[in-house]
């Protein structure tokens, strides 16, 4: 049921029974506005070539279809130029890639930030957008917090210091020197928009996941991203300015965790290594020593370090495969860990977008996936990709880059995963505003943003 319910929405191709594009919505300009998905952000950085497989401009080009006025503008990077991005060079024993990073090119300055609490990072200036001084349409900003969006030079260079409050992306975005706060850039570009999307807050989670829990500063605080979140979709939906909100996936769906669910994981490992041996990891939480259970997820990134030898007092044993070396809480997402983050804190966010729209903005009616108010990832495209789905016999699943969907950072999607992203807004749309606006053709799109 589930795959058959993807497929309806997903695999809509030229020559196939669809409606002819039309649409009584107002295309002519539409903005979007979220973090790195919405920026385009994949295989782990930002390229131009990502840029141009961003859900937004795949939606752009679709809207163009049937509103051929209709402009979008993206703050495209320069050929050549960019983040740096991961490349695969091959498989290892337990089927995930081997990569190496590809430097970026173009870069004004670098900086590390090295936090207290939390991964250290490598933070690159790149040129300013030739948009700058003329907000684009896309505001996707890889890695901007909700709880920044009110603060004065969070773009303001004179801030690119390590540990500050600052955001290199949203830099690039505007002159020199300047102090515009994303919501008055946000509020600039919707007073001539006709249509928006609203796709933001994953970013929120991210830290806290790559620190495997350790770093509880790095916990979203809800009641501040729904703050926030009403001050950017007020602004919208203003002078009952259509649009999409998109909920937030579960984060289990995304393969930096669900590639290393504890107990599947275990037996990928039994199974490759030819032995019966148990997963075991130290509790950040209880400080003892434990087998691993089917809630625990060992981070995608710590994967390749599990089974390694360590030298123990005299003895060598594996790493994470012997309960002398157990994981670390560093690399394991521990199920204390994944219910504080998950359930206490994106399940509320997403349950007040979804009272917002209901109830506030009063915005038409969607029924996608059980959903009559806003588009809900967590019950439909993350989820069922998490399951296998076949696009016109394609299939898709969580596995990076092979699997269609999921890039190689194990967190944003490739130019198919993008488009069904897209699809997924699509039908949402066609379904609130009665339009038909073609979908993606999506198994033509690239496998990479390379």
């Given amino acids: 049921m589930a795959a058959g319910a993807a497929l309806a929405l997903t695999s809509c191709a030229p020559g196939q029974d669809a409606p002819a594009p039309a649409s009584t919505l107002d295309l002519n300009r539409y903005v979007a506005v979220g973090d790195s998905y919405t920026a385009g952000v994949s295989n782990g950085g930002l390229t131009r070539n990502s840029q141009q497989y961003a859900y937004p401009n795949l939606l752009a080009q679709s809207f163009q279809r049937v509103s051929p006025a ?44 090295t936090p207290t609490c939390g991964p250290t990072d490598v933070v690159d200036l790149l040129p300013r957008s030739a948009t700058a001084g003329t907000l684009p349409q896309n505001l996707g900003i890889p890695g901007l917090r909700l709880a920044q969006i009110i603060n004065p030079g969070v773009g303001n260079d004179a801030n690119a210091a390590p540990n500050a409050n600052f955001n290199a992306y949203f830099e690039r975005l505007l002159p020199a020197g300047d102090n515009t706060t994303y919501l008055q850039a946000v509020t600039a570009t919707a007073t001539s928009a006709t249509f928006f999307t609203y796709f933001q807050g994953l970013d929120e989670f991210l830290p806290y996941l790559r620190s495997g829990g350790e770093c509880p500063a790095l916990l979203p605080n809800t009641a501040n991203m729904n703050l926030n979140a009403k001050r950017i979709l007020d602004v919208l939906t203003a002078n009952n300015r259509r649009g999409i909100i998109v909920r937030l996936p579960y984060l289990r769906s995304l393969p930096l965790l669900s590639l290393g669910q504890g107990l599947q994981l275990e037996r990928r490992l039994q199974k490759a290594k030819g032995d019966t041996a148990s997963l075991y990891l130290r509790s950040s939480i209880t400080g003892q020593t ?98 296998q789905i076949a696009v016109n016999g394609v299939p898709y699943t969580t596995e990076p880059v092979r699997g269609n969907f999921f890039s190689l950072d194990y967190y944003s999607l490739t130019p198919r995963g993008n488009a069904l992203l897209a699809n997924v807004i699509i039908k949402a749309i066609n379904q609130a505003y009665r339009s038909s606006i073609p979908y993606v053709t999506v198994n033509d799109l690239p496998t990479t943003a390379d």
């Fill in 70 to 113: 209709a402009t979008f503008t993206q703050p495209l990077l320069d050929a050549g130029a960019g983040t740096g991005y991961l490349s695969l060079v091959s498989y290892n024993g337990t089927d995930l890639p081997v990569l190496r990073q590809v430097p970026g090119a173009g870069v004004r300055r670098s900086y590390v930030n």
């Fill in 290 to 387: 434990r087998t691993i259970t089917d809630e625990d997820f060992v981070l995608a990134t710590a994967i390749p370090r599990v089974g390694t030898p360590t030298l123990v007092g005299t003895s060598t044993v594996q790493y994470g495969r012997s309960p002398l070396a157990p994981l670390v809480g560093a690399d394991v997402v521990e199920t204390q860990e994944y219910l504080l983050a998950n359930n206490a804190r994106l399940t509320a966010y997403n349950n007040n977008l979804e009272a917002l729209a209901k109830n506030t903005y009063r915005m038409p009616a969607i029924d996608a996936s059980s959903s009559q108010y806003s588009v809900r990832l967590e019950e439909d495209l993350f989820s069922q990709v998490s399951n």
